[in-house]
Nanobody
Framework: QVQLVESGGGLVQVGGSLRVSCAAS????????MGWFRQAPGKEREFVARIWWSSGIRDYADSVKGRFTITRDNSKNSVFLEMTYLKPEDTAVYYCAAGTRGTSHGPDYDYWGQGTQVTVSS
């Protein structure tokens, strides 16, 4: 059974840092792109970052470029999102997702986690 389980969310002050994790299980992930998306209250889900599992090539949304870093640990089947210089507008539920199409478009992803809440207080 394929599972993506996020963890590490929480409350952080403006300018602070937080790392969220995604434990991926149930299949081999080579050939997949692992993505992070987020959804704030009253807003649509948006792309944050993605990483190709095999090559490690990474890509970011302009809104987080230079502040967030996506990485993966093949030995632990895990993907991480290191968030720094957090802003109130980063407050959202963060979702881990996996797909094979390599896009930043949510519907192109096949598997999703349950999400983890990140709240940035001013």
């Amino acid at each position: 059974q394929v599972q993506l389980v996020e963890s590490g969310g929480g409350l952080v002050q403006v300018g602070g840092s937080l790392r969220v994790s995604c434990a991926a299980s149930g299949r081999t992930w080579s050939g997949y792109v692992m993505g992070w998306f987020r959804q704030a209250p009253g807003k649509e889900r948006e792309f944050v970052a993605r990483i190709w599992w095999s090559s490690g090539i990474r890509d970011y949304a302009d809104s987080v470029k230079g502040r967030f870093t996506i990485t993966r640990d093949n030995s632990k089947n895990s993907v991480f999102l290191e968030m720094t210089y957090l802003k109130p507008e980063d407050t959202a539920v963060y979702y881990c997702a996996a797909g094979t199409r390599g896009t930043s478009h949510g519907p192109d992803y096949d598997y999703w986690g349950q999400g983890t809440q990140v709240t940035v207080s001013s």
